[in-house]
C-alpha cells in the first residue's frame, strides 16, 4: 500500500521566519493534496498537485511536487500565528481507487511570538 | 452555510453500546467519506460511497456499517462498540474533477469530526 512519510514530524518557528515540510512517498504519486488542521477541526484543503510535477502558491505558502523524487513539500513563508496547526499531505493512489486518499502522519507547526 | 457538517460532536459511550453519527453535505457533491483519525493523528479512509453506492469499503471490522440514505447523507453506525474505536471521525465530501492531463482531482472537503470516547 501507499507509504506516505512526512517531515519533520513537528516543527517550531518563531513568528515572521519560513518554514518546509516534506511529504514522500513510497509509490508514484498521481495526486497530492496538503490540507491543515486545527485542534479540534476538520482538515482545511490547502492545495492539489498533479503526477507530473508542478508548483502551486496562495498567500504566502507554495506547495511543488518533485514527480522523479515522488516528493512534496509545503513551504510557507514568513509565519504567522495563523499558520499554526496540523499539516497533512494525502495521496491519490492510483488508477484503481480515485479519490482514496491515503495520509501521511502530519507535522505539527507551532509558531512563538 | 456549513458544507459538510457532523452530528454529533462528541459522543461518550460504553462499550457494547451501538451509536451512529451523522452526515450531511450541502455542497452537490456525488462522493462522500468516511475517516477515522486515531489518537496519533493519524488519518485512515474507512468508506467512500458515490451516488449513494458503496465503492471503498477498507479493512474494517463488521461492526461498522455506513449507509447513504440519498447521495447527501451518510450515515456511519458502529455496533458492540470496543474500547479500540476510540477516535475522531471525518466525514468528508468531493466532487470529481477533471483535472490536467489524464488524471482526475478529488478534492475533499471536511466535516468538523465526532469525537467518540468509549469507556
Known amino acids: 500500500s501507499q507509504e506516505l512519510e512526512q517531515s519533520p514530524q513537528s516543527l517550531i518557528v518563531q513568528e515572521g521566519k519560513n518554514l518546509t515540510i516534506n511529504c514522500t512517498s513510497s509509490k508514484t504519486l498521481y495526486g497530492l493534496y496538503w490540507y491543515k488542521q486545527k485542534y479540534g477541526e476538520g482538515l482545511i484543503f490547502l492545495m492539489m498537485l498533479q503526477k507530473g510535477g508542478e508548483e502551486k502558491s496562495h498567500e504566502k505558502i507554495t506547495a511543488k511536487l518533485d514527480e522523479k523524487k515522488q516528493q512534496s513539500s509545503l513551504h510557507i513563508t514568513a509565519s504567522q500565528p495563523s499558520h499554526a496547526g496540523i499539516y497533512l499531505c494525502?495521496?491519490?493512489?492510483?488508477?484503481?481507487?480515485?479519490?482514496?486518499?491515503?495520509f501521511g502522519a502530519g507535522t505539527q507547526v507551532v509558531v512563538t511570538p | 452555510d456549513t458544507a459538510v457538517s457532523q452530528t454529533p460532536k462528541y459522543l461518550v459511550t460504553q462499550m457494547g453500546n451501538d451509536k451512529s453519527i451523522k452526515c450531511e453535505q450541502n455542497l452537490g457533491h456525488d462522493t462522500m467519506y468516511w475517516y477515522k483519525q486515531d489518537s496519533k493523528k493519524f488519518l485512515k479512509i474507512m468508506f467512500s460511497?458515490?451516488?449513494?453506492?458503496?465503492?471503498i469499503n477498507e479493512t474494517v471490522p463488521n461492526r461498522f456499517s455506513p449507509k447513504s440514505p440519498d447521495k447527501a447523507h451518510l450515515n456511519l453506525h458502529i455496533n458492540s462498540l470496543e474500547l479500540g474505536d476510540s477516535a475522531v471521525y471525518f466525514c468528508a465530501s468531493s466532487q470529481e474533477i477533471a483535472g490536467q492531463g489524464a488524471y482526475p482531482s478529488y478534492e475533499q472537503y471536511f466535516g468538523p469530526g465526532t469525537r467518540l470516547t468509549v469507556t
Open positions: 460511497y458515490n451516488n449513494k453506492e458503496l465503492i
Open positions: 494525502g495521496a491519490d493512489i492510483g488508477p484503481d481507487s480515485w479519490g482514496k486518499l491515503q
